[in-house]
């Protein structure tokens, strides 16, 4: 039995339990709210998958790791839905020379293109938004990662897979009046987690929703006697 577990995890299909969290090397989200509950933030490679309908701040919420490590190597983008704004990065203090967009014609030729950007070396994120992903496209980009100490940030629809890709942390976003609501699906060495809030008013005031004045205003009263 032991040999079929060790056997399990060399491939990736099982992960260990809560431990193994502690050791794990991270960096930070840049929100204190989801640094805890990943327990010290993204993994430093691997591959993050983000189920989420697109256009609810799902971008914003990498902007701060972005701002940590974009600097340092590049951001490389792969059939990202929309126009990337320039203003929006030199107001994030992201340089734009060091990102690349990139429009593979095919599936195919997308998942090659991540594989050669996270393993070169050259890079410090990739973000991939892709459709079609199988566990063995998984498994290479996982192997890629780790080449090139490269994190891979993988974006998809909620329902675009019945079954688990084995990444090493899944992340489901649902929108909310003050932000993201998030809940970890999966995290390598560690468990799912139940629904939490991330805040955006704090970093982008116009992504949350103005909450109702509370101010009570006493009916006027007549006076007596």
Not at 90 to 117: D, F, K, M, N
């Amino acid at each position: 039995m032991h040999d079929i577990i060790t056997q399990l995890e060399r491939k990736q299909l099982i992960w260990k339990g809560e431990k193994e969290a502690e050791h794990q090397q991270t960096l930070s989200t840049g929100f204190p709210e989801l640094d805890q509950k990943l327990y010290g933030g993204f993994p430093t490679h691997g591959v993050v998958e983000i189920q989420s309908i697109s256009g609810i701040g799902e971008f914003r919420l990498l902007t701060p790791h972005i701002q940590h490590t974009a600097n340092e190597r590049l951001l490389v983008l792969i059939n990202p839905p929309g126009y990337l704004s320039a203003e929006y990065l030199h107001a994030s203090g992201i340089a734009p020379q060091r990102i690349r967009l990139v429009y593979p014609q095919t599936p195919q030729h997308a998942l090659w293109a991540a594989e050669q950007c996270l393993k070169s070396g050259a890079c410090s994120t990739v973000c991939l938004w892709q459709t079609q992903l199988e566990v063995h496209h998984t498994k290479r980009l996982q192997v890629a990662s780790e080449k090139g100490h490269c994190l891979q940030f993988l974006f998809k629809s909620t329902s675009e897979h019945v079954f688990s890709l084995p990444v090493s942390l899944s992340l489901n976003l649902s929108p909310h009046n003050d932000g993201i609501e998030v809940t970890i699906t999966k995290r390598k060495g560690g468990f799912p987690r139940s629904r939490f809030l991330v805040p955006m008013g704090t970093h982008w005031p116009e992504l949350a929703l103005a909450k109702p004045c509370s101010t009570v205003i006493p009916f006027p009263m007549q006076k007596q006697g």
